[in-house]
């Protein structure tokens, strides 16, 4: 995980200073290899695959849009649904990039 702030950070990585909300498991939860492991191949996905690169992208946009709304005291009905509808796309994007690692993972049979 990025130790500096300004540091890019993968879009599936928590912020290092608040645990992560979204997901089923804590990032802390993740055995260290496979977690190791996972970073690599994302780290990988980011450098060779255009179509990861863009979702990674997009993935995170939603992110900051969440957290922007996130922060507000109070949110218009409005601003209710953009939350549900960003948290929607977000999760399915999530989905895409994970089937692409999965993918990826599996060995390939002819």
Same mark, same amino acid.
């Given at each position: 995980m990025p130790s500096a702030k300004n540091e890019p950070r993968l879009p599936t990585e928590p912020h290092p200073n608040q645990p992560t909300r979204r997901g089923n498991l804590m990032w802390e939860e993740l055995p260290n +290899?496979? $977690?190791i492991a996972t970073e690599e191949l994302k780290a990988h996905l980011m450098a060779t695959n255009e179509e990861f690169r863009l979702l990674a992208t997009q993935h995170t946009e939603f992110a900051h849009k969440l957290d922007e709304l996130e922060a507000l005291p109070h949110l218009t009905d409005q601003e209710q649904m953009e939350e549900t509808r960003l &948290? &929607? +796309? &977000?999760? $399915?994007? &999530?989905?895409q990039m994970e089937a692409i690692m999965s993918h990826t993972r599996s060995p390939q049979v002819a």
């Open positions: +290899m496979e $977690r &948290k &929607k +796309m &977000k999760l $399915r994007i &999530k989905d």
